[in-house]
C-alpha cells in the first residue's frame, strides 16, 4: 500500500482533500485504479477504524470499501438499523453487536429494555445468507431467534454470546441441530433458562468441525458420553471450557482424547480422585503440550492443584476466578507459572498472594482481582493497596488492572503508577462508595491525578472512592488518549463533569451513576456527545427540562429517559447516544425518547 | 470508633435531613449526598421527604445503621456474583480442612486442620505435641509397632485405615477423622 503513494501523486491529493469531514459524495476523484484492484487492496484492512478512515477519502474508495468489507463491527445497535447497514454493505460475513448500556450487567436496566437480536436476523437472512459469524454483547436473544438463525445460513460457523438475556438451552439445541459447519458455540456469563444439558448431545455423529466450544457457565448436566464423543471426533478442536458437572476423572478422559487443546476450561476440581486417577491427570495434563490458557478450577481443591503443574510453564493466561484459592495454595501454584501475561483471581488469595505474582511472574501484563464477598461487611479478608503494589513492583509490563479492594491510599496509586506508567486501562473499586485514603482521611484525587498525568497512553479509566471535583479536573486537562470513563458515588458539583465533557478529546463512552451532576453538567457537552458512541447518567441531579433541552438542541442524538417513579421532573435514568437510525420503534413503556 | 462516628451522624441526621454515608462527611461544610441508590430494593422517592423518614428511625436506633447494600454495587456481574453465592453455600470451609481427633482415654476431643500441615512427618509431630504421646515412626511393613500410640483414620469409605499408607495429598482428601489407637489395640492393624 505504500508503494502504491509513492507512485502515483494523484492517490496523496485525494488523501489531503478529504481533511474535511464531509459527505463523500462531495470529493470526486478519478481513480487510477480499476475497482477491483482497489477493492483487492483493501480487502486487506482489518480494523474497523482503519476502514472507517478508508471510507471516508473519496466515493470511490467509499464505494471500494463497502464492497470489500467483510466483518462489521456495531458498538451501540440502536446507533444504526438493519436496513441502513444492509444497504451500505452488501457483502458481510461477520458480525458483532452490541446492545444495552454496560450499566445492565449491573442490574441497573430494567427488562425488557430492548437490545433484540430479532429484526437483525430476519435482515440479515434476507441480505447475507452466506453469513458465518455471529458475536453478541448485551442482547436479547429467544430461542426463537436462535433457530431462526440455524435454520436460515447453511454456512453458519461461529456464535459467540457474553451478556446476553432471553434464551434457553432449547435454543442452542437449535444450533447444535442444525449448524452443520459450526466452528464455534461461545456462550459466556449469560441470564438464561438452564432448561437441561440434553442440548449437547444434539450434535450429529457425523458432525466433527467443531474448533471452540464452551459451555462453562451453564449448569445443568450434559451427557458425559456424548461430549466424550464429540471431543473425540472434533480433531480441530482447541478451546474447551466444560461446566462445573464435569469431574475431575471425566476431565481426564477429555484430555486424553484432545491433547492438542491450547485452551482449557475445567469443571469441578474438588472431586474424589484415587491416587491412580490422579496419576493419570496429571500425566494428561503433561501431554497437553499446547496449553496456553486455563481456566475453571471450580471449588479447586489444594490437594489436586499439582496435577496442573506440567501444564503451568506453557501457561500465558491462567483464570482463577472461580477458584477459592487460600494465600498458602495459590502461591505454591502461582510458582509454577513464569510466563503467564494475563491472571485473574479471587481477593480470597490477599495481598500475600499477589506479592508471590510480583515475585514469580515478570511477564505479566493484565491483573484482575475480583471479590469473593462483594457484600460481606468483613473487612478482614480480601486485598489491600500493598497487594497492588507488590504486583506493580515485580511486573513491570503490567498495562491492564480491574482491582476490587477494601482499602486504598494517594500514596500506593502514585507508587503503583511510577512503577507501572504503561497502563491502558486502570479500573479500580474501592468497594465502600464514597471512602476516603484510609492512613491520611483525605479524598482519593491525587490517586487518579497520578494515574492521568502519568500513564499517558490511557484508554479506559474506572474511579472510585471520595473524589471532589479535583479528580475530573485533572482527568479532563491530562487524560487525552482516554476512551471510556466509569464514575460512581464522586464529585461535588456541575463543574465535575464539565471539566471531563470539556477535556478529553477522545472520549467515547461515559458512564455515571449516583453523583451530583445536573442539568448544567448534561448540557455542557452538547458538542461532544455527536462524537461520542454513548452517555449514560443515572441516580443525579438531572431533570426531565434538561433532557429536553438536549434532545432540542440535539436531532441527532436520541435521548432516552427512564423517569423517577414518583416524581415527575426528576429523571432516574438518562441513555443519550448518537444514531443515524433516528427514534427506536421498540422502545418499552418506561423509557421516553425525547 | 463506630459508635461515636453513629452518634455523631444520627445528630447531623436530625439537623440536616439528609442520607449521607457514614465516615464521608466531616472535612468540607459541603456534604456530599448519594442519592436513591442507596437504599436497596426500594422504590422509595430519591427526594429528601423520604430521607428524612428513615433518619427518624435512624435516631430511635442504637446500633449504627449497617452499611447499605447499593444496587448494582460494587459492580459484579450478576453471573458472577450467583456463582459466588452458590460456592459459599457449597465449598467447605475457605480457611481448613478440619477433622476431629480423638484419642483413646481422653475425655474429649480435638479438631485440627489438615490443610495446615504438608506432609506426614509434620502432622504426627502435631498430634505428639496436642495429646502429649509418642506416635513413633511409620514403616511400610510393621506400621507404628514399638510405639505406644498408632494414629489410624476412617476414610471416605467409611473404614479404619493406618495412617501413612498413601500419599499425603490422596490422605488428606479422604480422610474424615482421625483416631489415635493404644498400641495394643492397633496391633491388630499392623500386621495384615
Known sequence: MNQLWKMDPNIKKTKNSADSANYPEAIQSPSQFPDEVLEKVLSMLHSHKDRSSVSLVCKDWYNAERWSRTKIFIGNCYSVSPEIVARRFPRIKSVTLKGKPRFSDFNLVPQNWGANIHDWLVMFAKVYPLLEELRLKRMTVSDESLEFLAMSFPGFKALSLLSCDGFSTDGLKSIATHCKKLTELDIQENGIDDVSGSWLSAFPDNFTSLEILNFASLNSEVSFDALERLVSRCKSLKVLKVNKGTGLDQLQRLLVRAPQLMELGTGSFQQELMFRHCMELENAFRNCKNLQILAGLWDASYVYLHVLYPACSSLTFLNLSYATLRSDEFTKLIAHCPNLRCLWVLDTVEDKGLEAVGSCCPLLEEIRVFPAHPFDQDINHGVTESGFLAVSHGCRKLHYVLYFCQQMTNAAVATIVQNCPDFTHFRLCIMNPGQPDYLTDEPMDEAFGAVVKTCTKLQRLAVSGLLTDLTFEYIGKYAKNLETLSVAFAGRSDWGMQCVLGGCPKLRKLEIRDCPFGNAALLSGLKKYESMRSLWMSACNVTMNGCRLLAKEMPRLNVEVMKDEEDDSHVDKVYVYRSVAGPRRDAPPFVLTL | ?192
Open chain 2, 1 to 192: 470508633m463506630e459508635m461515636g462516628k453513629a452518634a455523631n451522624y444520627e445528630n447531623e441526621l436530625a439537623t440536616e435531613l439528609r442520607l449521607g454515608l457514614l465516615g464521608t462527611d466531616h472535612h468540607e461544610p459541603e456534604k456530599q449526598s448519594f442519592p436513591s441508590s442507596l437504599v436497596i430494593k426500594s422504590n422509595k422517592r430519591s427526594s429528601s421527604e423520604m430521607d428524612y423518614n428513615s433518619s427518624d428511625k435512624c435516631d430511635q436506633d442504637c446500633a449504627p445503621p449497617p452499611k447499605a447494600q447499593v444496587v448494582g454495587w460494587p459492580p459484579v456481574r450478576s453471573y458472577r456474583r450467583n456463582a459466588l453465592q452458590q460456592q459459599k453455600k457449597t465449598e467447605s470451609d475457605v480457611s481448613g480442612m478440619y477433622v476431629k481427633v480423638s484419642m483413646d482415654g481422653a475425655p474429649y476431643l480435638r479438631k485440627i486442620d489438615l490443610r495446615v500441615y504438608k506432609n506426614y512427618p509434620e502432622l504426627l509431630k502435631a498430634l505428639e505435641v496436642m495429646f502429649k504421646c509418642t506416635i513413633g515412626v511409620y514403616s511400610e511393613r510393621e506400621g507404628y509397632n514399638g510405639s505406644d500410640y498408632a494414629p489410624t483414620y476412617e476414610d471416605k469409605d467409611g473404614d479404619w485405615m493406618l495412617v501413612g499408607d498413601v500419599p499425603w495429598n490422596m490422605f488428606v482428601s479422604s480422610c474424615r477423622r482421625l483416631r489415635i489407637m493404644k498400641e495394643s489395640e492397633a496391633k491388630g492393624l499392623g500386621c495384615l
